[in-house]
């Protein structure tokens, strides 16, 4: 382990925020984690850095986990158990589950970001979450230095939310994580309708898991941005869920309002078409901005600060709640 001083965290996170960190060090196993909880406990842990949003220097203890390893527990004629250590890429594990036939995130593809963080906001997209194939989720206690674990039920899943944005928050360091896969009789999600256009405009009747991954790909490029060519954190916000007849009043007023139905009582509606009508979309503030192509995306276009980036975020929400009466909840890890 090697410990550094002073250096800038630009390029540790997707938004490409430049903020010093005192003092980095990676670590690149189990045991050098265990080792290094048992000096120091005032940690910020940082992995793919693809949901956050860093506003200030960082004093503590920048600790970046970078636990790499994919194993196959078991496998049977259906289905392959698989363990993948935090530090593996998300969407590299992705490409490597489809180069071997095994099914369930192909709909997740080229979502940023680490495996250890994929259970803590249960990435989704296009009809998937990954808390349909996780079994299990492994961390190490940051007060006892334990190894524990968390069934798929005890991580208390829900949309963009997870235990560890609760009652575990800050108390365990995800190191590892368990997915129960298909081998065949894939379960393809091709129900949200970009990819079905997709795929028919490829002519593709029988699609196989790479094909849904090749279209959310295509999909991803045309709307989200590259953090490699433009710094951003995917959705900024979160889809806010408001009652059914909160819902039947927006409509009357705003007839064009798109929805998914939740429940019998509930209705989400997309933040990007709520930060859209607002005027947003595709504005600029210095380097800060609402990417033009998705205004739930926001966009750090070279030099932003996360502060001014969140001043944006801010103002954001408080247009959305002016017009439509309805909280914009932030997605983002805000580092404050
Ligand atoms: N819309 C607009 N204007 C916009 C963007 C969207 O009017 O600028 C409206 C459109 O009516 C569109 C609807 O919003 O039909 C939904 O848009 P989209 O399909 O792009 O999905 P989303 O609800 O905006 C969510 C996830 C994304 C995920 C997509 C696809 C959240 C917070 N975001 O976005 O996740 O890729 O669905 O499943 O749930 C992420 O979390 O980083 C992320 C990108």
């Keep these: ?141 940051i007060d006892a230095e334990k190894s524990v674990q968390f069934s798929n039920s005890a991580c208390k899943f829900g949309y963009r939310n997870s235990i560890f944005k609760n009652e575990q928050k800050g108390k365990v360091i995800l190191t590892s994580v368990s997915f129960k896969l298909t081998k065949n009789k894939h379960h393809l999600n091709t129900s949200y309708g970009a990819i079905d256009a997709e795929l028919t405009s490829k002519n593709i009747l029988e699609p196989t898991i790479k094909n849904i991954s090749d279209a959310v790909i295509a999909i991803r490029k045309s709307k989200l941005p590259d953090p490699k060519e433009i710094g951003n954190s995917g959705s900024f916000f979160k889809n806010p869920v408001i009652t059914k007849t909160q819902f039947e009043q927006l409509q009357k007023e705003f007839p064009t309002v798109p929805s998914y139905t939740i429940s019998e009582t509930e209705v989400k509606v997309p933040a990007g078409w709520l930060v859209e009508q607002a005027g947003y979309k595709g504005k600029r503030f210095g380097d800060a901005g609402v990417h033009a192509k998705q205004a739930l995306v926001l966009v750090n276009y070279g030099d932003a600060t996360g502060q001014e980036i969140y001043k944006l975020a801010q103002d954001i929400q408080k247009k959305v709640f002016k017009i439509f009466g309805i909280p914009l909840e932030i997605e983002v890890n805000i580092i404050e």
């Design 1 to 141: 382990m090697n410990l550094l001083q002073n250096i800038s965290l630009k390029s540790y996170n997707t938004f490409g925020v430049s903020v010093n960190a005192k003092r980095f060090i990676a670590v690149t196993s189990f045991y050098e984690l265990q080792q290094l909880l048992k000096t120091e406990k005032e940690l910020f842990l940082l992995s793919g850095g693809s949901n956050m949003l860093l506003t200030t220097d960082i004093e503590k203890l920048v600790v970046f986990l970078n636990i790499k390893g994919i194993s196959i527990d078991k496998e049977d004629d259906n289905f392959a158990y698989l363990t993948v250590n935090a530090g593996e890429n998300w969407h590299e594990f992705v490409l490597w589950c489809i180069s071997q036939n095994y099914g369930g995130i192909e709909n997740l593809s080229l979502i940023p970001g680490n495996v250890g963080t994929c259970p803590i906001q249960n990435i989704g997209a296009y009809g998937v979450e990954v808390k349909d194939v996780i079994t299990k989720v492994e961390g190490l206690t």
